[in-house]
């Protein structure tokens, strides 16, 4: 099976969702991690979230997918308050894929994978044959069907990190909200992940360090600083000279990808682009 036929398999049960972020600030211990944050995400559209370090990125995916309460404001999944939802409900319509590791347990990576198929089971269910086939087909659209009997707390960073991906897959949700899903990757998997994302259709906001991967496969591009939204809009209209510096404290030359036409961007030196060596 081919990673574009996996997916489809995947998430054939799964329409696009929709994803509202409204006026949503958050406290944590006295401080003000968030503040009035709005975002939205159309069926189909890929949002990704960018900042420096501490701009609010992981709390507000977090407030998303209701590992922490906002103090105002809320996140409406398909139309609907997350706060108001059964936690099965929700996990129908939004799946997470978070930066902190699942736990090990002594499981498999497929043991891990099969996790997602919780939210459309009964308690104690076993996985008949339709989970089986959705499972083995999340692993495969990571390229991770060779590690689905190896112990996952035996992998490497970058494997645990394509079979929570595969896990998140298999929940066939129409939205995700996918925090840092590149990071322990190499180059071919972080362009492989993102690709796949692209292919399946599904909504998604994903928050990511790179700009260059974040402008050749957002649609559009939400900026946080300081807990709040800076702005949004196509990467051509948000990366720019501009923002760079004023938000990451950076000088960078911005240019049109000759291939593809995307914003790329070049970090400066005092005497030109930044070289290794």
């Known amino acids: 099976m081919t990673q574009t036929t996996a997916a489809a398999a995947v998430l054939a049960a799964a329409a696009p969702g929709t994803l509202a972020v409204e006026e949503v600030s958050v406290d944590v211990d006295g401080r003000t991690l968030v503040e009035r944050a709005s975002l939205r995400a159309a069926p189909g559209e890929v949002v990704g979230l960018v900042g420096p370090n501490g701009a609010g990125k992981s709390t507000l995916l977090r407030t998303v997918y209701r590992a922490l309460r906002p103090t105002s404001g809320r996140v409406l999944v398909d139309g609907e308050d997350v706060r108001r939802m059964s936690g099965k409900s ?7 894929v978070l930066q902190e590791s699942a736990g090990d347990f002594g499981l498999s990576a497929y043991d891990v994978v099969a996790m997602g198929r919780t939210p459309h089971k009964r308690p104690f269910d076993g996985d008949d044959a339709d989970d089986r086939a959705v499972i083995t087909a999340a692993l495969d659209a990571l390229g991770a069907a060779g590690l689905a009997h190896a ?16 896990r998140a897959l298999a929940q066939c949700a129409g939205t995700m909200v996918l925090d840092e899903p590149t990071n322990h ?9 993102l ?7 599904v909504t998604a906001v ?3 360090h790179d700009l260059n991967l974040a402008a050749a496969f957002c649609d559009r591009i939400c ?7 800076v702005t949004t809009g196509s990467p051509a209209d948000v990366l720019t000279a501009e923002l760079l510096a004023d938000v990451y404290r950076v000088d960078a030359e911005v240019t049109a990808h000759p291939g593809t036409g995307v914003p790329h961007i070049t970090l400066l030196t005092g005497d030109g682009p930044l070289r290794r060596g």
Do not use: C, N, W, Y
């Open 90 to 96: 929700l996990a129908r319509l939004l799946a997470a």
């Open 151 to 166: 112990p996952f707390g035996g992998l490497s960073g970058g494997e645990k990190q394509r079979v929570l991906i595969a």
């Open 185 to 193: 990757l190499d180059l071919r998997h972080q362009l492989d992940t």
């Open 195 to 201: 690709r796949l994302l692209r292919r399946l259709g």
């Open 206 to 208: 994903v928050a990511l």
């Open 223 to 229: 900026v946080m600083d300081g807990g709040r939204v």
